[in-house]
């Protein structure tokens, strides 16, 4: 693809939009500042609400205590699910630790929970596309554990293996490239012919839409900066797409301090998105870092436009308090 180059002489920053918060994030956040001012401090979270380093400092202090697991929350507590969503024992470990829980899982996570389910009752191999190890990928996984594989990119392919090639289904974790899935797709298809794809497509809106945007940002740019944690995917997926669509260079940071000025050399030109769990805040830094050394000009490349929301937990609306409490006596 061809690059749009700036005139001569001139720095700019194209700046991404969609970008940041999507509405599953929005929501899980949210979702742990309301608890803690309805029901106040501590409220655990299992694992961290959303991948972003600020976001979790942000909620500890005002008294969020993330935890790895659930046995970790004192019996009467209550205990936050988070939006990359859990497998089912998760929530029996909650009950059996008699705690009272809120889910903040991303409604678009549960769709993949639910598809899960529904394949795994008519008796079909769930081909699950996603990352090893990643929380959204336990969490599906352990909705049908018999029934689920995991396919872990293209190369992955050869090695699945499955009852009847006629009953075979794929699902994919909500935040991978979409090019790289559908890659994936394509190879399971030439080995199983009649491959089912689910209803509608797994990889969440925002992801797609945060895909579409630094391709057209990386395609006028030499340098691409994405502003995430190493531990997000769709943050990760995101510097990949920014150099396979005609970047020089790209690169991940949690914020502006985590900028080396030597990438800047030469460069006219600088992309900046984020990934769908970082605030604007950061966003924000990162520009006035870039004003600082030259780069105030500012165009918004924006090739779609987001209006999704998501309502809050329905656990919110209850005294959670007064349920953990009772949990805790009776138990």
């Given at each position: 693809m061809e690059r749009m180059?700036?005139?001569?002489?001139?720095?700019?920053?194209?700046?991404?939009?969609?970008?940041?918060y999507c509405a599953g994030v929005d929501r899980a956040v949210i979702a742990?500042?309301?608890?803690?001012?309805?029901?106040?401090?501590?409220?655990?979270?299992?694992?961290?609400?959303?991948?972003?380093?600020?976001?979790?400092?942000?909620?500890?202090?005002?008294?969020?205590?993330?935890?790895?697991?659930?046995?970790?929350?004192?019996?009467?507590?209550?205990?936050?699910?988070?939006?990359h969503g859990v497998a089912p024992e998760v929530h029996r470990e909650a009950e059996r630790g008699r705690l009272a829980s809120i889910d903040a899982t991303c409604p678009l996570v549960t769709k993949v929970h639910k598809e899960a389910?529904?394949?795994?009752?008519?008796?079909?191999?769930?081909?699950?596309?996603?990352?090893?190890?990643?929380?959204?990928?336990?969490?599906?996984?352990?909705?049908?554990?018999?029934?689920?594989?995991?396919?872990?990119?293209?190369?992955?392919?050869?090695?699945?293996?499955?009852?009847?090639?006629?009953?075979?289904?794929?699902?994919?974790?909500?935040?991978?490239?979409?090019?790289?899935?559908?890659?994936?797709?394509?190879?399971?298809?030439q080995r199983f012919p009649n491959l089912l794809s689910p209803p509608s497509d797994d990889i969440c809106y925002a992801t797609q839409n945060r895909q579409t945007a630094i391709k057209q940002v990386a395609a006028g740019s030499e340098l691409v900066l994405v502003v995430g944690s190493r531990n997000s995917s769709n943050s990760n997926r995101m510097v990949e797409v920014a150099l396979g669509a005609g970047a020089d260079a790209a690169y991940l940071v949690d914020n502006a301090s985590e900028i080396d000025e030597s990438w800047l050399e030469g460069v006219t030109t600088v992309g900046l998105s984020s990934g769908a769990s970082v605030p604007e805040v950061l966003v924000?830094?990162?520009?006035?870092?870039?004003?600082?050394?030259?780069?105030?000009?500012?165009?918004?490349?924006?090739?779609?436009?987001?209006?999704?929301?998501?309502?809050?937990?329905k656990e919110l609306r209850r005294d959670l308090r007064a349920e953990a409490a009772a949990r805790a006596a009776a138990g």
């Open positions: 180059t700036a005139p001569t002489g001139r720095r700019r920053v194209l700046l991404a939009a969609p970008r940041g742990v500042e309301k608890a803690l001012e309805q029901y106040g401090p501590p409220i655990y979270v299992r694992h961290e609400i959303v991948h972003n380093k600020y976001v979790v400092q942000t909620l500890e202090r005002k008294g969020a205590i993330f935890v790895e697991e659930t046995s970790e929350v004192p019996p009467g507590e209550i205990v936050i699910f988070s939006a389910v529904r394949y795994a009752r008519e008796d079909y191999d769930i081909l699950l596309i996603g990352h090893e190890g990643h929380e959204e990928v336990i969490g599906t996984s352990g909705e049908a554990p018999e029934h689920i594989q995991l396919v872990d990119g293209p190369q992955d392919v050869a090695n699945v293996q499955v009852r009847d090639p006629d009953r075979v289904v794929w699902l994919s974790q909500t935040t991978l490239s979409v090019d790289e899935t559908m890659e994936t797709v394509d190879g399971l298809k924000e830094e990162v520009l006035a870092w870039l004003t600082e050394r030259g780069w105030a000009d500012v165009e918004l490349v924006q090739p779609v436009a987001e209006h999704i929301q998501f309502s809050l937990p």
